[in-house]
């Protein structure tokens, strides 16, 4: 017996512009390198690896018309937008600054940012893994904990950072 789950709208957290503004300068690295590629138009930028259980938190950067294919996670995920706007394809509703995201686990997903948007930021708290899948459901690719950290060392060797640039995030 399966059972579905609705996947929840975004609840919105109202702040200041001023504080708004604080946050987003604070997220972003003074060194531009810490970015670590993960797809045309989408980067991530490395807070904490839990390699003890397959946790990690990072900031997701999406440029206009950038997209992160569809996948899903087998454990829930927690999101803030710091910046920026984006949706899902699956579902009608718009992730705005300010905007908390709960992801079920199991919940198939395409996080998109529209042209209209220069820049998405966004927090994730991700347990598990992403499990890229195909329009059947079928897996076709995966990135865990592990898979992120080796992106983060090929990464940060090539940009000059080397490879133990990684290890200050890892717990």
């Excluded at 990072?58 to 440029?63: G, Q």
């Excluded at 829930?76 to 394809?89: A, C, D, E, N, Q």
């Excluded at 865990?144 to 992106?151: A, G, L, R, S, W």
Aim: with cysteine; proline share 8%.
């Amino acid at each position: 017996m399966s059972t579905t789950v609705e996947f929840p709208a975004p609840c919105t957290i109202p702040m200041p512009p001023d504080a708004q503004s604080d946050i987003v300068e604070k997220a972003i690295p003074e060194d531009p390198r810490v970015w670590v590629p993960q797809a045309d138009r989408v980067y991530f930028r490395p807070l904490f690896f839990n390699t003890t259980n397959g946790q990690w938190c990072n900031l997701l950067k999406v440029t206009k018309a950038g997209f992160l294919s569809r996948h899903r996670h087998p454990a829930p995920v927690h999101g803030y937008v710091i910046k920026g706007k984006w949706r899902y394809l699956e579902h009608d509703w718009v992730a705005t600054a300010g905007s908390y995201v709960f992801e079920p686990p199991g919940e198939i997903h395409t996080l998109v940012v529209d042209e209209d948007c220069e820049e998405m930021i966004t927090f994730f708290n991700i347990s598990g893994a992403m499990i890229y899948v195909d329009e059947a459901g079928r897996t076709t690719a995966y990135e865990d904990v592990h898979t992120k950290i080796e992106m983060c060392r090929r990464h940060y060797e090539k940009v000059g950072l080397g490879t133990d640039y990684v290890r200050r995030f890892i717990r």
